[in-house]
Structure formats: C-alpha cells, structure tokens
C-alpha cells in the first residue's frame, strides 16, 4: 500500500500486520469524516491562495475535484479504497492523480494533525446542532403529552415508594426540565468547540506564515485556537466534553426509560405502547416486551465507557500528537450516533405513550395525603415536627402499617 | 441515636450495623456542608415569614441560632456529634434544643432532599469559584515563565520524537491556553449550576405555597430550578458536571506533569525544579525523585474513576430520591479538593521551574530543520510533495538515519 | 518533618505544601497496613540474619520492639505521628529510637518500595480470606431461606415482565450459585496474590544476595515473586485483581438489592424486612424506606470507579516504581470495606427476610402459565413453534392483551 | 422483517425505527458468534432426541442442515441477511425453510437467552485458548530475546530515573514474568467459564425435563450451572471476568509498549525497531514513528472503557434477561480482537527488537553504583542507614548533583 509519507519508488513496505493494525477502524470510521475534511481541505486551499503558494485557477482546479470526490462519496455504498490508510490520505492522492503537481502543493503549511483536527471539530459541530434539533423536537412532544395529562394525579416516588401526590403532568415536565438543561450543555459545547485548529501543521505552526483567520472564517469558526501545540493538547479533551454533553442526555433518557419500563410492568400498569413498538419471546407466546427502553437505559453506561476510554487515553500522555488519540475516534462517532438514536426513539415513545388514568389512580392510597395532612396542621399553626408525629400515628398504608402497629 | 424522623417515645432504634451502614462518612463529610445548610437554613426561614409559618421575632431567633451553630463549627477540631446522622439532622436538633417549638417550625415545607440539594449547590458554585482564582494564578504564573523564557529554542515533539523548532514560550503557551480553555468549563458550569432547588421538598413540592423565589433570592442564585422532581432528577447530574469541568483540569494538568516528568529526566535534562520540591529514596542514597508531579499525574485517573463512579450511579435509576445519592458526595468533595491540590502545586512549580537553555539546544539536532528546508522549496514554487521527497532523502539525523540508509 | 531519606544534619525540608500533597491520605490509610508491615519487617529480619547482616541477639531486640509497636497500634485510637510520613518511616524510625545502631540495620537490602508491597499483598491475602468467611455465611443463610420457602410459588421475571412460575426458592437459588461463583474468584484471587515480593528492593533486587525463600517462608508465602523489576510491574496490576473480584461480588449484591428493592416496594408487595431496617423521611411521615438496600446497590458503582481509577493509573506507565502507585492504597482499602459491609448487610437482611406467600400468588396470572402449556402440547407431538402460536393466540394476561385483541 | 416470535400472518409488523434501534450491531456481531451458536443447537438436538421430541431421522436431519449453514458462513464474504433479527433466528428459520415441521421442533425447551448465554460461553472459551496461545508464543519470544541480550547492563529506572544496574535480561524478563501471570488469568477464567447454561431456558428452566448433561458433555463443558435463573444473572459477569483478564493483558502490553517508547527515543536510543515496523509524518519529511507501540499502550484505555461499560450496563439491574445484555457484546468481542492484535504485534516487536548495547552503557553514570556502594558498606559492617548517608554526601551525578551542592 502506498502512503502520502511513502516515496513511489525505494520505499519500505509497512509489515502486512502493522499495517492493519494501525490503520485499525479508519478506513470504515473516516467515511463519516470525510465530508468534513473535503471542506477543511477547501478552506486550505484558499490560505494557500491568499500566501500565493497556489494561483487561482490551481485553487479552481483543487475546489472542483474535491467536488467531484464529495459527490462520490456521498452515496451509502462509498468506501475508502482498500490501498488507501485513511480519508486524509484519499484527499491528496485523488487530486494528485487528477491534477499532478497542483495536487502535490495541497498538503504546504498542513499536517494530518491538524487536517483531523479540523474535520473532527467541522463534524463535532455539525452533530451536535443536529443533536439539538432532536432534543427540541423530543422537548416539544413532552411539552404536549404534559399538555394531555397536566390534569391527572398520580402517586409521585421517593425511594421507589409512595411519597405525596403529584399529576402526571408534573412527572413528563420533569423530563421536559432534565432535556431543557442538557440542551444548554450542548449549546456550550459548540461554544467552546467553535475555535479552528487549522494552520497548526502538527503542532508546530505551518511554517508558511499563513494567516489562519482566511481558513477560520472560510470554515464557519468564530475564532482562532492560537497555540499549535495546544491545538494538539485539545485532541481527546473535546471528544471528552462532546461525550460528557452526551452522557448526559443519555443518563436522563436512562432514567427516563428506567420509569417507563416501572410503570409499563405489570405491577403498575400506569403507561403502555402500542404493539408494534413491543418485542416478544422466542419461547413464551404471551411476552410483548419492552426492549427499545431496555436498550436506551442501557446507552448510557455505553457512553460512559466512552468517556472512561477517552479519559484513559489521554491522561498521562505528554504534549504533541500521538497515535492514542486514534481510539478516540470511534467511542466520540458512535456516542453522537448512540444518543441521536436514544432521542429519536424517546420522541417516537413521548409522541405514542398510551397512559392509563385508572390504574394511576387506583394506587393513589391514603400514605400519599399523609404529608400534606400534616402540612395543614402547620397552616393552622402546629410547628411541623409535632404535626409529623401526630399524622404518623394515625396512618396506616403500606409504607408505616408494621411502625404503627408497633407503637 | 434518634433521628429526626424518629418520635423521642416509642420509637424503634434502627438496627446499630444499618445505622453505621447507611451513615457511611456523612459525619465526616457533611463537615463541608454545614456552612452551607446553615445558610440554606437561613432561607428557608426567610420563605417561612413570607408565608406567615414563623412570625420576625422566630426568624430572629432561628438566625441567632444558626450562627452559633456556625461558629461552633469554624474551628478546625468540630466533629459532628456520635448521636447525629448528619448536618441535616444536626441543625434541626439543635433548633429545637435552643429554641423548642420554634425549632420544631424550620421543617416545614422542606425535606432533607431539597435542603441538601441546596447546600450541595451552594458549595459546588463556592468551590468553583475559589477554582477559577486559582486558575487565574496558574495561568498568570505561565504567562510570566512565557516571558522569561520566550526567545529560547528547543525541539517540539511528536509521537515522543523530535519534529520542528518551537520555543520554551510555545511549549509553556500551549499549557496557558489549555488551562485557560479549562477555565471556561468552570464558568459554564457556574452559570448551570447557579439555580435553586429550595421549595422542592422531596421531589413533590414544598407543600405550603412558598414563593420559591425568596429564598433564591437571598441565596444569591439567578434563577428557580422549577419542577420539583427535576431538582431531584439532577443530583448526580450537576455532580457529573462539576466532575466533568474537574476532569478536564485534571487531564491538562496530568499532561503537563507528564511533559514536566519527562524534560526534567536524566536524558533530557531540560528543566528541574529546587531540592526542597523533591524527595529521596530510602534504599538508593542518589535519588531525587519528582514525585509530586507523579501525583499530579495521578489524580486524573482518580478524577476518572470518581466520574465513573458518579455516572454508574445515577444511570438507570428511576426518578426521585434515592439513597445511592449519598455516595456522590465523596466523589464530588475529594474531586474538588484533589484538582484545587494540584492546582495550587503547578503554580509553585512553574514559579519555581528552572530551565537549562544549554541543554534544550543540544538537542536541537538536524532532524528539527528538515521540514522548514521542505517549506523553504515551497516557498521557491517546489510542489510540497516534491520538496518533502526531497528533503527526505537528505537527512540524516536520528530519525532518518535507517530510512536514508536503505532507500 | 524528617524523612527516613534525610541526613538528620544540613537536610533540606521538603516544602510543606508538597509535603502535605505528597503524603496525601497516608497516614490515616496506613493504619491498616501497619501490623502487616511489621510483619513483613520481622520476616526481613531473619533474612538478615541469615545472610550475617544482623546477629541473633539483634534480632531478637528488633523483634521486641516491633512486638511494642504492634501492641501500641492494636488499640483504635493509634495515629501515625504528624511527623512521620507513612507507616513505613514509622517503622524504621521507632526502630532506631530504641535501638540505635541496630535499629539502622533494618533497611540494609530492601526498599519502601518491597516493604510496601509485601505489606499490601499480606493485607490482600488476608481480606480475602475474611471475605470468604463472610460470603460462607451469606450463602449459608440463603441455604436456610431456600428451606424455608422452597414451596412457594413466583411469577419468574423477565425484562421485568412475568414470563413462566418459578418457586422463592429458585429465585433465592440463583443467588446462592451466583454468591458461590464469585467466592471462586476469590480463592482464585489468594492463589494469585500468593507470591513473595520481599527482597526485590526497588525493583533491582536486594544486593545482598539475601535467600528470598527464607522472608517468604516466614510470611507464609507459598512462593517468590522472582523478577525484582516484575514485582514492581504487578503494583496496581495485583489491585486490579483484587477489584476485579470484589466487583463481582458487588455487581451480584446490586442485583440481589434492586430484586428486593422491588419486590418489597408497595406494587408487588412480595417481600419485607422488619422496621428496625428502615429509615423514614425528614418530611413525609409515612414513609418506611429501604435505604440500606439502596446503598448497597449503590456500592458497585462505587467499584467500578475503583476499578476504573486504578486501571487508569497503571495504564502507559513505564517499569519500575512511581508514585502514582500511591493512589491505587485508598480504592483497594476502601473497596475491601464496602464490600465487606455489603455481604454483612445482606446476611442480616437474608436472615429477616419476611416473604408474603399470599402477595405472590395472587401475582400468578395464567400468562405465567402460557409457556408451559405450549410444552405440553410438544410432548403430546406438536412442533414446538406451532405450539408457541396456537397458545399465543389464547392467551388473555396483561401481556397478550392487545396483541391478542388486533391478532 | 419476520421474526421467530411473529406468527407469519396477521402479525403486527415492529416499527422501523424500533427495528432498526433493537438490531443495533446484532448483525454483524452475530457472525462471530453463529458457528458457536450451530455447536449448541447440534446440541441441543441431542438434548431433544434423548427426551424423545425428536427422532434419530429428525436430529440427523437437523444436523446436516446445520452443517451446511455453517460451511455457507464460512467465507469471508457471508452475511446475516436483511432480513434476520440475529444469528439465533437465522438458524431456526433456515431449518424451518428447510424441514419445515420438522425445523419448527429445534425451539423446544429452550429460549434464546440459553441459547445466546451457551453460544457465547463457547466462543469466550474458544478464543481464550488461542489467547493462550499466542501468549505462550510471545513468552517464549521473551524468553529467546533474554537469552541474547542477558548479559548487557543497564540502569534500572524508578521514578523514571535511574536507579542501580540491571541488564537488559532482567528488564525483559519482567515481561516474561508479568505475561506469565496474565496467563494463569486466562487459564482461571477458562475453568470459571467452563459450565454449561444450556436448558435454563429463559431463566426458567426448560419445561421439559431435559437432561441437561446430554448437552453439556456434547458441547465439551465439564458441569452444569444449575440455577436457570443463575444462568441469566450471569450474563454480563462473565463478560466482566472476561474483559478484566484482558485488560491485565492489555496493561502488561502497554507498559511494556511505554517502556520501548522511551527506551527507542532518540534521547535513549536504547533499542530501535526496523523500518517496516515504522510510520512517517505527512508533513515532517524525517520522522520515523512508533505508531504500533502508541496503539498497543492506547489500547488498554480502550478496553478499561469496556469493562466500565460492561459493569454499569449490570450494575442496579433487577434478576432476569433485560435486552441491556446486549449491549455487552461488542466489548467482550471488540476486546478479544484487540488484546489478541496487540498480542500479535509484541510477538513481532520481540522478535525484531534492535538492542544498542553502546547507547545503554553509556547511560550507566556513577548514580547507578551509589546504592550497591552502601550495601557494600553494610556487607562490611556499617549499618545501613549510615552507609546511605554517607553515600551520599559522596555521590556526583545528575540525581544528587543539587543536593551535595547545598548540603
């Protein structure tokens, strides 16, 4: 295989194994990126216009194939050829092959280093504005459901035991709350992502002197990240804040999901879904199962693993580029596509969640008056620790049955 | 030990190994969180004259009170007394033992879940705040290093190896930056966190129709976190964020020990620090070793680990109130006081960092020049490519050494 | 603070912030490892003497006043003095306060580095062994529950839905076996941990040529750690190991808790424990909760953590000793302690376990008998999956319902 | 799509999202895990056959489509088609699209979380063997490279700097003895693994009395767990025994990886690998990059974030099959992959390994005899404290140069 560092002729073939063992998950990972370095790659192109290290028409000539080369991988069956070890490398042997030693003056005053970089933090923006949308819209359907059932009681759980009475209203808004909050965490992280890496070369500056605001504002950045090699020290450290924003949304999808699957159990009864969001069993007829929740309060421990992942590689790790910062790539691209999917089926289950006032209401027992009973006793002046006391000995749910049976 | 949900007659004693069980290191740990429950405490009453529960003159009294209590507690040596199960527990008790009735008066229309929630957010927003003056200290510290030691030259590293020139300036820059960036998180989560949770009872509101707003007000927070079961729902959540803008501390830190490790070792001999930094060994007479950035290092994966923790915590857990709770306070306290530790180490470090010109440029080697000789073609219209292929076959530093040998 | 590594003349005084960031949480965690470091100590001391570094009569003193320490420390009230820096120093400065000369004798061919190690590993072999007991007793008391309630009828769970009847005493059984399993891990764990690492020095031997068989004898080791430098290499490697399986312990305590927590919550109604187990709530006087089933539930997150936080202190770490070890003391010590406290809370709460037959019968709707009334139609010759849809189609419970009702 | 749960009419067909989010990777996964899958159901057939469900004529029938499923998945190219939920399904419907009633026999008694549990039971066993293996092969690599190079000296590193003398021998061989001790890992999780879960059925037994020794002797476990529900429970702790095995692998290889990062850097230059093991930069004509060493250290983060996952996924969750199970597929397959590639790549590593006796010799400074020169000291008499000091008021080198200067 050849490689962009490889001379075409006298180089030295990387042993078969270490070969693969490098280039690991790229080829299959950098689809995703590869979009996003088409444009970084334009964006250089006009740096090195306005540094007269290429001419108009050269730069021309680079935006069109890199047009070509987008269109063509914008399809679902694209794939990084096998010869090729990654996106970035794909970028310059496509112009090379298609406009010789214009193609060869692409890579002047870049790195990969920085190359990825940019890509990644193109994308990391990208997925997360999307990820908002999806969060106003899953906002937005809670906002109706609380909308149906504002009016409905039902026993609000403290310890997954009765505590007083709330609506079901006010249970959904908690999660209206939870999503409204995590949606700022996001709105943040595109803040302090919205800084361009590109220019850094590999830590070291680009050694051309270009002026890294032309490709900044070419890209949609709002501002310079100055420092090469703090540009390189930021590898891992905003895959960690885009997974952290992720976690979480899905640590409140989880608890989201933990509910619904309480109280769509049989002991409950409070809420349903339709069939055709319900799985059954290979070998008990009656099951119908509720493993899209299953599956989302489950994300969440994934995307923690990733944090713990991306945490471990980069702790410890000393500055400039290293080959580590590789394995940060697939937990950063498939948490945005874990929690985007988490989202999207909340809204679908927001949007069809059958609840069952009835059977809600039934489990509204005395023990759920008993707090704001001795709450009235405060209003008509009793000091609260003796009203406590007082309505404890008188009540007899399930949750003080034994305690006032021994008293 | 008698609780506060426990009537002095009549009562059954918890069992002594669940009491200790469930207590955990609340005695110890709550230390840290009395100043604040005091004045949440405070605001609380302030709510209760609002709505007519206390009248001014038991206000008074309650407040005179709680700065007793608050004295008490300043010095160094007060422990939470056996008999209490927390500060929680502690304040009310002694509400009622100066004051009777009228202590039994400050419970109403709070629970212990909003009232640690509160005091939790009080000390979160106050440890960060003392965190971001001592990253204001950090950084100044490297921006004065920046200055002494801009001019000298030395190798910038990548994957460990030599690369191109930078100098000592843009080496300590990229930490000015980095931290500065960390400095953002903090702030970003001042703003998240800065919202009250007091009126939220257990989850289910307070009961007695506070305006929420009072106490907010005189706790200096911006706004009312509103739905009473998201106040809930986001313990653990706000511990993750805190734990979160902690970890990216931690991480930059741990890279700049790293670096710190490194350039002070014997084969680098870059930079070292004064005698009264470093520790011996107690078999090998020779040694002086740098133990506290080992630690500095360290941390991070604690950090991680504590973040982990919090994480798996909170993760598939229904809403409301649940004991697993308690075990985030540790996590959170300990964060907070490992990142301010090395915090406050790396000032004294960089204050006190000596650096050897001599030999950072004794190993500015041949192999340092190689890519500016590639640009330098460029410059002169050599596509890059060609003028890296170029260059390549030149050079015969470290680096190169095998390579030119072969090709 | 004089340290063993300081001339007691003309030495240089660590500075007191790195002191203090250096010792960390030492002195109050090496109180545990104090009596096994005497231990240690003492097997040292006939290593010496065998190779004539000492004399009998030497030893002999050394071993008294060793005997005194431990006697000094036996009582709950021992500190480590404010003027040592760990347990260690401790050790050999109380050895030369006594003794003088002889007392100087004791480090000759080893290193805080082996001396902590083999501490450790005794302290490890030593916990576990106690675990074993503990979880003997656990087991036993499940035994004794399976007796009892053997007979008793249970809807079985699956994704949280009633699938097929089972008895309490298969749902008791799984933890048993489970429970057993992870006693294996343990016994797994002490032969693994059962190596000498005394006479390794700091990693490159003793350099006395001190006969290491003789200190592991006396320790009773049932073998030496060879290689000096791997004996440092297993430093948080062994940690690990010893997390890994208290893990496992906890993650089977957390199911068999969240099982309780639910069953014994008002829905289901299937299970108690007597009040004395209980806590209440600062606010709602009816509430009985089941916090210490919360907290060890908790517990295994807490662990995880652990787990995490160690592995990441020992990942990309070259050979040989670095302090970042020093971090790995608190989540092994800890870790040990909870888990601990966990299978002690569980063996009190299998021991009082009240089961409600009635509660759980009444939970047995035909659906439960769905499946095997499918297998009673293969017996009599029908393909199983024609059985499976056959019954599918008649199946009225909660769970067919609507599938039945569109089908 | 129809799954083995829908009855081919009148069924309601699953959402596509819910679809699509409920496969998640199954897929793909699933074609590691269908060979394994075809074992159990050929054992099971044997199961079915000796209780009498099926004939001689249906189980060879059986068999020989099996043998044909498999032989069809042999290649590379194989996938589960479009329209299968997972391997499991793929394997009753092709018998059933081949046998027809007699295909629709294979699902008596048993479910697919047995069949899914004995599957990935076989295959955790069968990729530990070859893990065994190829750790036994890089052992022995070890221990060829310790032969050749035993004799050299060099220093001994602690704290990363230098300590006394050892030889390169002593260094590789805490390799050897640390993999070793990985091993004795992979050997004890082999026979924790080796018990056989198939006939619990879905967590309930078989229903059909079932000898479920058949099955397991046919598929080479030598006991039962016996406990079905047990069998569920330990779905996801296996996974953890599993991946902690791994991650100590993967520790031992990054810190060997660590170690010849440094030692192959141009300020040790101590060993060296050759040129097709090396990557270079796009930007930097003369790099030459350990690359395969930075990945082999990444990885062990990568896996400690799978064994996080995993642990959070069980963690907290209730007796009985949940669809979280799922999610603990890819890290244990994922992790295998890895630490076996990693295995591979320092088999080739060892046996390439260039050793610059010269470079480490130059390394030996008078620092690293201090220490053997106070044991000789000692050997004559002096007690060995005071042999250190008064070492080291004499020693010279980089390491006490400050100290003797001031003291």
Redesign the interface.
């Given at each position: 295989m050849s490689?962009?560092?490889?001379?075409t002729e006298?180089?030295?073939?990387?042993?078969p194994?270490?070969e693969s063992?490098?280039i690991?998950e790229d080829r299959e990972l950098d689809l995703q990126l590869l979009p996003f370095d088409i444009e970084g790659t334009r964006a250089h192109a006009q740096s090195l216009l306005a540094a007269g290290?290429i001419d108009d028409e050269e730069k021309e000539s680079i935006e069109a194939t890199l047009s070509e080369l987008l269109d063509e991988f914008n399809g679902s069956a694209a794939q990084i050829p096998e010869g090729m070890e990654d996106c970035?490398?794909l970028i310059?042997a496509r112009l090379?092959e298609k406009l010789g030693?214009?193609g060869?003056?692409?890579?002047?005053?870049?790195?990969?280093?920085d190359?990825v970089l940019t890509a990644l933090r193109l994308l990391q923006k990208s997925r997360f504005r999307s990820l908002e949308r999806r969060l106003d819209r899953l906002v937005a359907s809670l906002d109706a459901a609380i909308q149906r059932y504002q009016q409905f009681e039902m026993p609000?759980?403290?310890?997954?035991?009765?505590?007083?009475?709330?609506t079901v209203g006010?249970?959904l808004?908690?999660?209206?709350?939870?999503f409204a909050?995590d949606q700022?965490?996001v709105i943040?992280a595109i803040v302090?992502l919205d800084r361009s890496p590109l220019g850094a070369?590999?830590?070291?500056?680009n050694?051309?002197g270009l002026d890294r605001r032309i490709s900044a504002r070419a890209l949609g950045f709002s501002r310079v990240?100055?420092?090469?090699?703090?540009c390189?020290?930021?590898r891992?450290?905003d895959e960690?804040?885009c997974l952290?924003a992720l976690?979480?949304i899905?640590?409140?999808a989880?608890?989201f999901?933990?509910?619904l699957?309480?109280f769509s159990?049989?002991?409950?009864?409070f809420v349903?879904l339709?069939?055709?969001?319900l799985?059954?069993?290979?070998?008990?007829?009656?099951?119908?199962?509720?493993?899209?929740l299953?599956?989302v309060?489950?994300?969440?421990?994934?995307l923690?693993?990733?944090?713990?992942?991306?945490?471990?590689?980069?702790?410890?790790?000393?500055?400039?580029?290293?080959?580590?910062f590789?394995?940060t790539k697939k937990?950063l691209l498939d948490g945005f596509k874990r929690v985007a999917?988490c989202v999207?089926?909340l809204i679908?289950v927001v949007e069809n969640l059958q609840v069952h006032p009835d059977a809600i209401a039934s489990?509204l027992?005395s023990?759920t008056q008993?707090?704001?009973a001795?709450?009235e006793l405060?209003?008509s002046g009793m000091?609260?620790?003796?009203a406590?006391?007082q309505?404890?000995e008188q009540?007899h749910?399930?949750?003080?049955r034994?305690?006032s049976r021994?008293?």
């Open positions: 490689k962009i560092w490889q001379a006298n180089h030295i073939d990387l042993h194994l270490i063992f490098t690991d290290i970035h490398s310059e090379v030693p214009v060869e003056k692409i890579h002047a005053g870049r790195s990969r280093n190359q609000g759980y403290s310890h997954g035991r009765r505590g007083m009475v709330i006010d249970w808004g908690s999660y209206y709350e939870l909050e700022i965490k943040d302090e070369g590999a830590g070291f500056g050694g051309l990240q100055k420092n090469s090699l703090a390189m020290g930021s891992g450290k960690l804040l952290h976690c979480q899905a640590v409140t989880s608890k999901a933990a509910d699957l309480l159990s049989e002991h409950y009864g349903s339709p069939d055709e969001f799985t059954g069993s290979s070998m008990m007829p009656h099951k119908r199962n509720y493993d899209l299953e599956l309060r489950a994300n969440a421990s994934v923690n693993g990733y944090y713990t992942a991306v945490a471990g590689l980069i702790t410890g790790l000393a500055s400039g580029y290293h080959r580590d590789q394995l937990p999917a999207e089926v679908l489990a027992d023990d008993a707090t704001q001795a709450l405060v209003k000091p609260f620790r003796q406590y006391f309505v404890r009540c749910g399930a949750n003080c034994s305690q021994k008293a």
